[in-house]
């Protein structure tokens, strides 16, 4: 890359059909849009961004997106993860070792823009943690036990020390006050990171939990998690789509 120019920041969203619990996900209307759309448009309009690509291995996908304009990476079918499968794309673009990916999912319809520029600073400190990704205070004690909404605790500097669907910490006096933060599932690491990241063998806590940045925990990688105000509910099961819709009309985008 030449030194006069801006170093690229690509969201990257990994999307798959199969998905076990809602087969077909990425396409599910969302007041009349499909949900990979939606995503799509909310990360183009973040300020740090400079390109937006869809990677999936699905002719369907690829057709939908295609269809209302969007750009895609066709990746192989074997990925483990969303991370594995931005990886696998960021290979296929010849992408820079000090290029930025934001790893987006695909499920977070209502995805604040705001959010992508935040989660993108950490990686233009120097030193530059490894990866970073945010997290966000819950406010709704009825969320804390749900295995959906990932928790994520953290030392003083903001370093990730655990990721889990149970609630962590967990108070041993009733008496005791503190918050619980929800992880949102939103990542930025370099090229040079993902390419290391895709070689390191299945964590143990990541098989039993079923969370990928468990990897990078247990291989001693950092995860510098930077805490928002700003939420993003995402689409775990159908009967979810129509909270979102709610959101959107209340926000006069339905």
């Not at 448009?41 to 690829?62: F, K, L, P, S, W």
């Not at 933060?181 to 895709?198: D, N, P, S, V, W």
């Amino acid at each position: 890359m030449k030194p006069e120019q801006k170093r690229r920041v690509i969201v990257m969203i990994p999307a798959r059909y199969g998905a076990s619990r809602f087969p077909g996900k990425p396409l599910a209307p969302i007041a009349g849009k499909p949900m990979i759309r939606r995503v799509y448009e909310c990360a183009a309009r973040a300020g740090r961004i400079t390109d937006v690509r869809i990677a999936t291995d699905d002719e369907r996908i690829r057709e939908a997106v295609e269809g209302f304009g969007g750009a895609v990476v066709m990746t192989g079918a074997d990925n483990r993860t969303g991370s594995d499968r931005v990886a696998d794309a960021a290979a296929r673009m010849g992408l820079a070792p000090d290029d930025i990916l934001v790893n987006v999912q695909g499920d977070q319809p209502v995805l604040d823009p705001h959010c992508l520029d935040q989660v993108v600073e950490p990686l233009l400190e120097n030193p530059a943690p490894e990866m970073s990704t945010l997290a966000v205070r819950i406010d709704r004690p009825e969320r804390i036990g749900d295995p959906n909404d990932v928790k994520v605790v953290f030392d003083a500097s903001g370093t990730a020390l655990y990721f889990s669907r149970s609630p962590i910490p967990f108070g041993r006096d009733p008496e005791t006050v503190f918050d619980t933060y929800k992880h949102l599932g939103i990542y930025a690491y370099t090229r040079e990171f993902l390419e290391r990241f895709r070689t390191l063998p299945t964590g143990r806590l990541e098989a039993v939990e079923k969370l990928e940045q468990l990897r990078a925990l247990e291989h001693g990688c950092r995860i510098r998690v930077v805490v928002t105000d700003r939420d993003s509910p995402s689409v775990d099961v159908p009967a979810d789509i129509a909270r979102i819709e709610a959101f959107l009309k209340q926000q006069g985008q339905g």
